[in-house]
């Protein structure tokens, strides 16, 4: 199946019953659009990195647009997304402070609005954790016959997995992280602490 797939994340996040994902940054399908877009003055005047766009314009409006394909996912009630996400992903600026602003509310949003959608933070008192080994996302599908899949994300492109024994690790990684990460309800609190601070 995995081979069958490959490379066609939208088609598997389309499929999906649960999704559970961790991430260094804001979490992909939690991104409001124009974070992903906005200039960095850091990196001159193109646009931020977007996974896989390799930053040329024509690959980052082409990601933008997968990338909210991907969002209306979101719109099904049968979907649950759990996402674990450390504290320096709310405290990056790129694009800026407006942006930056304009993302936290949007997590905010989504969080209240979507009973289905959890978020965690890893706060920084958390220190060294299994979160740092690198972005994934554990794919359980909607229907029962469909094996589970983990997505791997690299610099440019991401691998994929369904071997029973990379999804069993990748699942006691997650579940250990939510234990260490806050619940959501202090996740929350942080997010507004943060909004006030900028």
């Known amino acids: ?28 399908l939690l991104q409001r659009m124009d974070s992903r877009t906005a200039p960095d003055p850091r ?8 996974p896989s766009a390799l930053t040329r314009p024509e690959n980052v409006d ?18 649950h997304l759990h996402a674990v996400c450390g504290e320096e992903a709310l405290r990056y600026l790129a694009g800026g402070r407006t942006v930056r602003l304009a993302q936290l509310h949007h997590l905010l949003s ?42 791997l994300e690299h610099a440019a492109t991401a691998s994929f997995t369904d071997a029973p024994t990379d999804v069993r690790l990748w699942a006691y990684v997650f579940d250990n992280l939510t234990t260490t990460a806050l619940p959501q309800d202090e996740s929350v609190q942080l997010i507004e602490s943060i909004i006030r601070e900028l």
Do not use: W
């Open 1 to 28: 199946m995995v081979e069958r797939l490959r490379g066609r994340r939208y088609c598997l996040v389309s499929q999906a019953g649960r999704l559970r994902g961790v991430r260094g940054e804001d979490p992909a």
């Open 43 to 50: 990196l001159g005047t193109g646009p931020i990195v977007v």
């Open 62 to 79: 082409r990601a933008v647009d997968l990338r909210l394909r991907r969002q209306a996912v979101l719109d099904k009630a049968t979907l």
């Open 110 to 151: 989504v969080v209240s609005e979507n009973e289905p959608v959890t978020l965690q933070v890893m706060p920084f008192s958390a220190g060294l954790h299994l979160g740092h080994s690198g972005a994934y996302t554990i794919i359980d599908f909607a229907h029962p016959v469909d094996t589970t899949v983990v997505q």
